[in-house]
């Protein structure tokens, strides 16, 4: 190693020396929530406790969020568990833990000096979560969480006949439940009553050979069936798996005559309102018949294009993990859609405050614009939805359109003509 000295004369003298930097060892852990790595004290011997064990060698995967250091940057020894638990259990952090050795190492300046620097951080390790390779472990703790979760959150308006519903008392940032059916939304009066007579109703009206897919809750993959023979084996409860019916968009069905979305979305939707008339390729999104077999479940996602849904539940109960868009759990739910590991690992686990509401017959659930959630279904259900875009979701919207270009997703799974519904609303605005 060279350096560089001022000599007797104030001249610059060069030295070599065989002599290497000091190497620092330091006590270093990453969150695996945050990323961020912290250094522990130098006698680390008080932090080794039952609550926290930081032995050589041990890996520990963070699952309560990201309130893990206080003020001081000390490690706290509990977190609140935030899934839908009423009263919170206190439970033990957990973390990725590995030892970090710093490195001073010479590097050449702009202007060719060599200088003693700090060399990167190096990567944290990645626990792989040990898994049957399915959703069995997910779909085990909704169903341990459907008897413990609230109606809605406090934090959630919840419209009610004492209460009722206007278009100008919501933001769309917070989702919303009304518990009457809102002005506009049409359903049959007699298909609250009974399941059968239902969906024999709708097998009547659309087809018993008519093609649909449904969704398997454990591998979350589609499979191609008939209308009517499916419908029967749900009926009698014969599947063999839990499946579910999330894709059967009716707008250009004869059941787009029987049901009819809320006022307040045909008021805001773009689609609806922009798209001009006769111009093809218009997007079909805004009629979704949902029926669902006990024990559903459909994984974490943000609705394509960042569109907005609404839910209205005829027959059944659905249970929705909430979890906002906020910078955090974007980018934590970004890294889990990459993540080979997906299947196993729940998503509330890395993201921040998951709220449950549970939604029942009569019922209507409004999700906003990138609100990243999961739904249970614990009984047989029937319900109605759709999606739309809207002027109150355009950052939010633009953003979710962007990961999913990030992350690959297939057409088949976007807002069908996303650019074009932006480009007309756009249009609309110039004109405005």
Known sequence: MEYVTDGPNGDPTTHTTDVKPAVEEDKWLCCDICDSWRLLPSDSTALNSSSLPLQENESWTCVTGCALFDSTGDITTKGIWDCGSPEGTEIKLAYVKKEKTVFMEDREDEDGNVVTVIADMPKKVKIQPISTGDRTETINRVKN????????????????????????????????????PPPGLSVPSHWYGDFDTSINSIIDIIGPSYPINVLDSLDQKEKPVSLGPWLDLVREDKLTRSENLISLEFTDLKLVDYVKPPQFVKDICWVTNHWPPNTPKKPQVSNYCLISSPGCWTDFHSDFGGSTVWYHVVLGIKIFHLLEPTSFNRMKYEEWLCDPSQASIFFPDIGRNVEIVKVKAGETLCIPSGWIHGVYTPVKSLAFGGNFLHDGGVEMQIEVNSLETRVNVVEKFKFPEFVQVCYYRGAGMVRE
């Open 145 to 180: 969480t459907y008897s413990q979760s609230p109606s809605t959150p406090s934090t959630f308006q919840r419209f009610t006949k004492s209460v009722p519903f206007t278009p100008s008392s919501v933001d769309y940032t917070s989702p919303f439940v009304i518990t009457v």
